[in-house]
């Protein structure tokens, strides 16, 4: 049964939600600047009971916040952005019910199984998610990094997903072409997902409205869970409230 999962996207130290393909160091395209800090955030997701969401940091200036939210759930909350071997330790730590990882992961745009064993060594399997946010290419999707910007070898598929299955607890999969612009979701990676994944997925990118939690229900046949961002009421959005997005996971 595909679940809601809710995310705080932090850019710059405030709550946010932005347009995935347009994050660079000049900054991004932004839908909705919060006038609620991470902590706010952290604590409504807790008194609603809403498990298995995420804290992603875009780029630095962003930790006092991330570790304000960590605080108001711990145990309840997953981190990513910038997660690495020095400092994975600190996130858990912190509240961190697991830590999210991709850029680590990479060096000079090149999987590094040496690396993924480093950080799993410190976090355990059962408290690592990776990351595998990907970008459509010519021949299906690849793993992005560095805020979506790099496009990298490594492709989404059924053998990377059975492959890498085997050294964390689930995956996060960000559509980044999607992320952000609120114009649907990617139908065939939420199938690929459903069909190829062996271990909890959440999918992130483009989701509008609760319809879109019943389509990925179906085309996943409940296997992917999703995370709907700049469509919902508490981030400036029309398409969907959190009221509904509880009522979904409660029924």
Known sequence: MTQFRPCIDLHQGQVKQIVGGSLNDQGAETNFVSQYDAEHYGKLYRQHNLTGGHVIALGPGNKDQALKALSAWPDGLQFGGGVNNTNAAEFIEAGASHVIVTSFLFDNGEFSWQRLEQIKAI???E???LDLSCRRTETGWNIAT?????????QVNAETLTELSQHCAEFLIHAADVEGLQSGIDEELVKLLGETCPIPVTYAGGARSLDDLKLVDQLSNGKVDLTIGSALDIFGGNGVTLEQCIAWNNR
């Open 123 to 125: 976090t355990g399997k």
């Open 146 to 154: 560095d805020r979506w910007q790099t496009i990298t070898g490594t």
């Open 127 to 129: 408290r690592l998610i």
